[in-house]
Every structure is written in structure tokens, then in C-alpha cells.
């Protein structure tokens, strides 16, 4: 069975920083696109970062470029997102996602696994 | 930046048809996704590649794409379908996701 369990959202200060992580398991972590999407409360969903199978190539949505950087280590079937200078509008529920197609192709596919997320406050 | 348009809601009676609609530009030459997302629940999968269904996923749901719309079509509206709905496309190595829209089965 797959399995996401995201971890470390907190209440934080905006100017702070955060480093979100999201446990795998049920699937060859290493094979797998991996993402992080977010929902702001009452809100749609954002998508936040994309990365490979081996984590050679990423991709950030504009709203977070250059604050935000994603990781995975596969040798822990780990995800991560750290989020520095962070901003009220970073806060939301933010989900990892599972690519549905394993392989080189990181653009395309759809998202076949969801966690239940873990919430990130920013405020003072 | 490439916008996917919903409406914020539509309404169906029981055993009725739902039609959603998402809206992008030249949207029938992208593969459109479409999520279906419960009060307090994580976002599920109901259709890929435009018209596919996930193992699991009732008949009841399909899919079309085509110019400029994505529609999702849910025949046989049940009561347990009310859920927000949202449709997903890529833009170049970015996910696009629509605002959403709320179905109300009344």
C-alpha cells in the first residue's frame, strides 16, 4: 500500500524558515517524480515544486522560486521541501504527491498518491 | 502564465448528469486531469489523459477534451459524489491546477 506522511509544519514567523518532510513507503521511492502542492485555507490547490527520480532536475511554481528548494533522499524514501523567508501567503496545508508514471518523464503526468498534508502557519 | 478556468459551483439532482468545464487556452492539445477532493480529505484522482479512469474509480465518471474545454462528466450523480472538483493540466514544467468547483448534489 502507498503510503505519504508529510511532517514538520508549525506556526511560524513571517521572515522564518521551515523544512518540511514526506515519508514514502508501498513503492520504489527512486523511480518516482515527486511533488509538493499546497491549499491555502478554504482555498484551491497550488502546485509548489517538482522533483526527478534521482534529483537531478527541479522546478519551483513563480510564487516560490528562489525561497523555497525541494530534496528527496532515496536512501530514506524521503521527500523534502525547506522554505526560507517565508510569508503569510506561504500559509496552507501542503501535500506530497506521487507522480503516476515512474521514469525519466518528469513533465506529464498526473498525481496518483496524496498524503493528508501537514499545515504551515505563518504569522506574528 | 496559463490559466485553467472552472466555475466556482454547479448544482445536479440525484441520478442526474453533472458537467464540469475547464477552460484554457488550446486546452484540447494538452492532457487535462480532473481531482475529486472531500471535506478534510486529500485530493483523489477521478481521470487522466483526458477521458482515463483510475482502477477503482466508478463508470459513472468520464472525461472529454477538446479545443479550447475539459469537461468532467459524472452520470448518475450519487450523493456521495459532492466534492470539490479540480482539473489539472501542464504548462511546459509547470502544474496547472483550476480554481476548483463545488458540486452539490441537491
Known amino acids: 500500500e502507498v503510503q505519504l506522511v508529510e511532517s514538520g509544519g508549525v506556526v511560524v514567523q513571517p521572515g522564518g524558515s521551515l523544512r518540511l518532510s514526506c515519508a514514502a513507503s508501498?513503492?520504489?521511492?527512486?523511480?518516482?517524480?515527486m511533488h509538493w502542492v499546497r491549499q491555502a485555507p478554504g482555498k484551491g490547490l497550488e502546485w509548489v515544486s517538482l522533483?526527478?527520480?534521482?534529483?537531478?532536475?527541479?522546478h519551483y511554481a513563480d510564487s516560490v522560486k528562489g525561497r523555497f528548494t525541494i530534496s528527496r533522499d532515496n536512501s530514506k524514501n524521503s521527500l523534502y521541501l525547506q522554505m526560507n523567508s517565508l510569508r503569510t501567503e506561504d500559509t496552507a496545508l501542503y501535500y506530497c504527491?506521487?507522480?503516476?508514471?515512474?521514469?525519466?518523464?518528469?513533465?506529464?503526468?498526473?498525481?496518483?498518491?496524496w498524503g493528508q498534508g501537514t499545515l504551515v502557519t505563518v504569522s506574528s | 502564465s496559463y490559466d485553467l478556468t472552472q466555475p466556482p459551483s454547479v448544482s445536479v439532482s440525484p441520478g442526474q448528469t453533472a458537467s464540469i468545464t475547464c477552460s484554457g487556452d488550446?486546452?484540447?492539445?494538452?492532457?487535462v486531469c480532473w481531482y475529486q477532493q472531500k471535506p478534510g480529505q486529500s485530493p483523489v484522482l477521478v481521470i487522466y489523459?483526458?477521458?482515463k479512469r483510475p482502477s477503482g474509480i466508478p463508470e459513472r465518471f468520464s472525461g472529454s477534451n477538446s479545443g479550447n474545454t475539459a469537461t468532467l462528466t459524472i452520470s448518475g450523480t450519487q450523493a456521495m459524489d459532492e466534492a470539490d472538483y479540480y482539473c489539472?493540466?501542464?504548462?511546459?514544467?509547470?502544474?496547472?491546477f483550476g480554481g476548483g468547483t463545488k458540486l452539490t448534489v441537491l
Open positions: 504527491a506521487k507522480a503516476m508514471v515512474r521514469g525519466v518523464i518528469i513533465t506529464g503526468p498526473p498525481f496518483d498518491y
Open positions: 508501498g513503492f520504489t521511492f527512486d523511480d518516482y517524480t
Open positions: 522533483i526527478s527520480w534521482d534529483g537531478d532536475r527541479t
Open positions: 488550446k486546452l484540447g492539445d494538452k492532457y
Open positions: 489523459q483526458d477521458r
Open positions: 489539472q493540466a501542464w504548462d511546459a514544467s509547470y502544474v496547472v
